[in-house]
């Protein structure tokens, strides 16, 4: 993983560079650092959201809420906050509960990771205008580029992550063979009309 954000942050400036008569890689390696920061934030916000969405697909059919902290669904001892971060607390932990442990099923970190990753190419589009659908105005291009944070995209970008999340937890819950829960499907409702 280190080595491919230092091929991203150091040796593509050098690609983009080539053929620039004004610009030299030195001046791209804080844009693509950059990129890699939004790229990191994206996942880290994105696999939160997914940690989140599996405790909607387990809780929810079983009626109960999906308030309170994470815990095991075996023994039910809570996760410590350190146990609690996207992929990488499953991964610490072996796989398995600190308390009693059982293997914890490796569905987490991968609704964790996949979850991370499609809000993360979500977040990139929007913030890099990216030419998706919908959007008027084409994003700066070459090697300076840089994302845009402004009242729309960010409110479009909301948009598109809720609406993204909520047919994660329908894709789940489906898949455990459970009916969707109707305060969910009201939830989505409401939330992709507003």
């Given amino acids: 993983m280190a080595v491919a ?19 030299t890689p030195v001046d791209l390696y804080i844009p693509r650092a950059i990129d890699v920061l939004v790229f990191t934030w994206c996942f880290w916000v ?3 959201v997914g940690s989140f969405l599996n405790v909607v697909a387990w809780r929810m059919p079983r009626g109960e809420g999906i308030n309170g902290r994470s815990h095991c669904p075996r ?4 996760l410590r906050a350190r146990d609690n971060l996207p992929v990488f607390g499953w991964l610490a932990l072996g796989g398995r509960c600190y308390n009693c442990r059982l293997p914890i099923s490796v569905r987490y970190p991968l609704v964790e990771a996949a979850v991370g990753i499609t809000i993360s190419g979500i977040c990139l589009g929007e913030l890099f205008q990216l030419s998706l659908p919908g959007q008027s105005v084409l994003g700066q291009r070459g090697p300076l580029r840089a994302p845009v944070v402004d009242l729309p995209i960010l409110a479009t970008l909301l948009y598109h992550v809720v609406a993204r999340s909520c047919g994660w937890a329908f894709g789940l819950i489906r898949l455990d063979g459970n009916r969707l829960p109707k305060n969910l499907l009201v939830f989505a409702a409401v939330a992709t009309l507003v």
């Fill in 75 to 78: 023994c039910r001892a809570q």
């Fill in 46 to 48: 994105g696999s939160s």
């Fill in 5 to 23: 954000i230092g091929l991203y942050v150091l040796g593509l400036p050098h690609l983009q560079a080539k053929g620039e008569s004004n610009i």
